[in-house]
């Protein structure tokens, strides 16, 4: 902004002394442009201060009421586990039912406030991803297995293929693992009846791609512009589901794009969605 | 019997606590703030302590390198039982001594009943 300033008032000085003969009325001219010009700026910068700093606090709120949700999330998760063991006497199966109902509760308030503190950390200044090599392939075999009971009870079939000798890719494994997780659990969750889940691992130039297919619910086309945004859910989802915290592939987004990779999609509704990332190689 | 200290200022936590491992076989000693639970520590001498670090009056960073400064109760296992899992915590709390550090939201009560056996069987 600085250098602007500068530049406009050397500027408006040469213009001035070739128009205007009397060098007080041209120094006086430059003089006013420069005030105007740095009250601009000043305001400018101000309102940028003012935005950014509300930002920081709005992340800092999420993040404070979270962590402050977590206590007793903690609490009632585990006092539901303990009762639903048995340890405490037996339960009837009636009632079962309903500490199932308070689980499953307290399992999705759990991840809305993983997911919430996870946003509040791409948001603000705290968010730095390890730069790591690893194989692609290996960590998404080692999720696939931990989804296998996952997908056995929701009647999903998961193929998996890739090419040989795949280099390793640059970037953070834990958050790359949280994107591999959202994208199979979406595919898995969204899926009515016999499910077929296709991933498939290949080179694309100086990138790896990871690709996952699934013959789901699909998303709408007037929803999919919409589907990396904050909070969105797709119409049909929301019919079909009632699970999901919208967070899952605006993070997974974030993710990939400060790995300096890219993340999109093609998908029809009612056929089926691929997604897919690529992740550049070391 | 084997003893265990378990520093938490969640008072229904350690009446969670306190029912299954009662029920193990374990004698149970609570303390609901850090400065506490230090005093607890030096004059009980537990197996093992269970530490959540945020407390009142002291955090579980000051009560564990406290606990590890002291000739009398640096030889006892730390389990940090938290909330927090930024990298820093727990890279932090592994430097001052921690044995095992936990994330309470990554586990179910069972898995930290588990860990908690197999660290005072060693």
Known sequence: MGTIIALVSV?????????????????LIV???????????????????????????????????????????SNLAWAIELLMSGRLGKIEEQQVEYFKILK????????????????SRIESARFSLKKEEFSLEELTREIIKEFEPFAKASNCEIDFSFEENLPKIYGDRYQIRQVIENLLDNAIR???GKGKVKIRIKKE??????????NGVGIPKEDQKFIFQKFFRASNVLKYKTQGTGLGLYISKAIIERSGGKIGFKSKEGVGSTFWFKLPIK | MKKILFIEDEAAL????????EKEGYQMISALDGESGLRL????????????????RKDGFEVLKELKEDEATKGIPVIVLTNLEDIESVERAIELGATTYLVKAQYTLEEVIQKVKKALEK
Request: aromatic share 8%.
């Open chain 1, 11 to 27: 500027l408006s000085y040469l213009i001035g002394t070739r128009y205007i003969a009397e060098p007080r009325i041209v120094a």
């Open chain 1, 31 to 73: 003089l006013i442009i420069s005030a105007i010009l740095l009250i601009l700026a000043t305001i400018i910068t101000n309102s940028f201060e003012k935005l950014a700093e509300a930002n920081r606090m709005k992340s800092e709120f999420i993040s404070i009421v979270s962590h402050q949700l977590r206590a007793p999330l």
């Open chain 1, 104 to 119: 499953e509760n307290s399992d999705r308030m759990k991840d809305l406030v993983k997911d919430l503190l996870i946003v």
């Open chain 1, 190 to 192: 969204y899926t009515k």
């Open chain 1, 205 to 214: 130039k100086k990138f790896v791609c990871f690709e996952i297919e699934d």
């Open chain 2, 14 to 21: 350690q009446k969670t606590f306190r029912d299954i491992l």
């Open chain 2, 41 to 56: 520590a030096k004059s009980q001498k537990p197996d093992l302590i269970l530490l959540d670090l945020i407390l009142p």
